[in-house]
């Protein structure tokens, strides 16, 4: 299979030049300011014009997806209009069910175009398009072997696909795990449909799309704000943060966001969500995992240290059913995930300065956890983040995790003065408050280390 073949992948026009066409004034804030920071438009041209650049950083990616016609596509145009100095592929992935991603990789009929890139289209400003109609993950690993030609990769999920097999194949695939890294998973909901949605009974009682589709945002984008009113946008707040309550909201108006809200958070790779939430305003945290309930955009604005320094010590609880529209509801209440265990909810578990964590302890815990004990089934633990201490490490270390699969990075020094907490969140549906917490203070160092 010859993915990289000009004749199945034709590009129009080399994209160096059209990188190089684009006005250096094109480099943004976000280029600049996030530290992890792919080339910029000009700095990429001249790299693409002598030497492929060096393959030192992966290549973000953004993971978008919402319902059917919630905004996504309208996002990625914004997307790939704006300007923002990244040379953006983007992936339409058309899978109707997402386990045929799995299925696709297994058998792939005789005789069909190997490539799953069915075309690439050249936008105005540089970007590439793909399609891959088939086989998301074939077709990111050849999109791989064009890497020069762009800093960020963007994948839009089909409207009926969880994300979470997409967003855990970039971690297990072995060809791409060193070559990109997942930055963000945006949720795009339809501020007119968003509640009938996540309401929705499924005939199987499971967890829908649209609850699935929150449960695993990092940023919820509460688009088409001008067909609801003040106290409808609050109500659906309310209920987003009832099944995800860590996730940023931010309303917007065909999805005009500032894009350093989704692009090069650095939300997965510890230590660098800080500059990009700062720099947003967003009211976000050192680490994604750590901005809580407050870093909505109707909460936006309080300080996120102080926040987290007034949760620390403190558990809390979120699962409302999806018709429960009281916003107050979701936020300090014990609201009984025990007494409704099929709703979709958030698990918050602090631990107070001075408990520091065993990091193997905790590795062999979530091992046990997510595929063994259950705990929470894993199929029910949709995403796990964290901000933790660990014993023995002046280093912060970020969890994030995406269904059985879990990652822990180190991130920057803890400041001077800094509380040393931990901060663990669980968000899926039969999650056992107690015994999460106590399987997480079994994992805590012995005293004297
Ligand atoms: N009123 C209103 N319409 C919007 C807004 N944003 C997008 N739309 C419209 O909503 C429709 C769906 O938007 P898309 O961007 O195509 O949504 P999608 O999620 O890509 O849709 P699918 O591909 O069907 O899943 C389009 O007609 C958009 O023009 C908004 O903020 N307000």
New binding site residues.
């Given amino acids: 299979m010859s993915s990289s073949d000009d004749e199945e992948v034709p590009l129009a026009v080399p994209l160096a030049a059209a990188a190089a066409a684009a006005p250096a004034a094109d480099a943004p804030d976000a280029a600049q300011s996030a530290q992890k920071a792919p080339a910029g438009a000009e700095a990429a041209a001249a790299a693409a014009a002598a030497t492929p650049p060096a393959q030192v950083q992966p290549v973000p990616v953004t993971l978008i997806t919402?319902?059917?016609?919630?905004?996504?596509?309208?996002?990625v145009n914004h997307i790939l209009t704006a300007k923002h100095g990244y040379r953006c592929a983007v992936l339409l992935n058309e899978i109707a069910d997402s386990a045929d991603i799995e299925r696709a990789l297994v058998k792939e009929p005789e005789g069909q175009d190997a490539s799953p890139l069915a075309q690439w289209t050249e936008l105005e400003n540089g970007c590439i398009c793909c399609s891959a109609k088939n086989d998301m993950v074939k077709a990111l690993e050849s999109l791989m072997q064009q890497r020069d030609r762009f800093d960020y990769v963007l994948i839009?999920t089909?409207?009926l696909a969880n994300p979470g097999p997409v967003a855990s194949a970039l971690w297990t695939d072995e060809q791409l795990e060193s070559s990109i890294c997942l930055d963000c998973i945006v949720t795009?909901v339809d501020a007119r449909h968003i509640r009938r949605q996540l309401a929705d009974p499924r005939p199987d009682g499971g967890v829908n799309e649209a609850q699935q589709q929150v449960a695993f945002a990092d940023v919820v984008l509460l688009?088409?704000?001008?067909?609801a009113d003040e106290q409808q946008l609050r109500e659906i707040e309310g209920e987003i943060r009832g099944v995800n309550a860590e996730a940023s909201i931010t309303r917007?108006?065909?999805?005009a966001i500032d894009l350093r809200l989704i692009l090069n958070t650095g939300m997965y790779s510890a230590g660098l969500r800080g500059a990009a939430a700062a720099a947003a305003g967003s009211g976000g945290d050192d680490v994604g995992a750590a901005g809580a309930e407050g870093s909505g955009a109707a909460a936006a604005g309080g300080g996120a240290e102080q926040q987290q320094q007034q949760q620390q010590g403190e558990d809390t609880e979120h699962a409302c059913s999806p018709q429960c529209s009281n916003p107050e509801h979701h936020h300090h209440h014990h609201h009984g995930s025990d007494s409704d265990p099929n709703k979709v909810g958030t698990v918050t578990i602090s631990l107070p300065p001075g408990q520091a964590l065993d990091l193997a302890r905790l590795r062999h815990w979530l091992d046990t956890l997510l595929w063994e004990d259950g705990t929470a089934d894993a199929a029910d633990l949709f995403r796990i983040k964290g901000l933790l201490c660990v014993a023995g490490s002046i280093h912060k270390h970020v969890l994030q995790g995406v269904h059985e699969i879990y990652d822990v990075v180190e991130g920057p020094e803890w400041r001077p003065g800094e509380a040393r907490g931990s901060k663990l969140v669980f968000i899926g549906r039969r999650l056992r408050r107690d015994a999460l917490a106590a399987g997480l203070h079994a994992c805590l160092a012995p005293a004297d280390s």
């Fill in positions: 919402g319902f059917l016609g919630s905004g996504k596509t309208t996002l839009e089909t409207g795009v688009n088409k704000t001008d067909l917007c108006h065909r999805c």
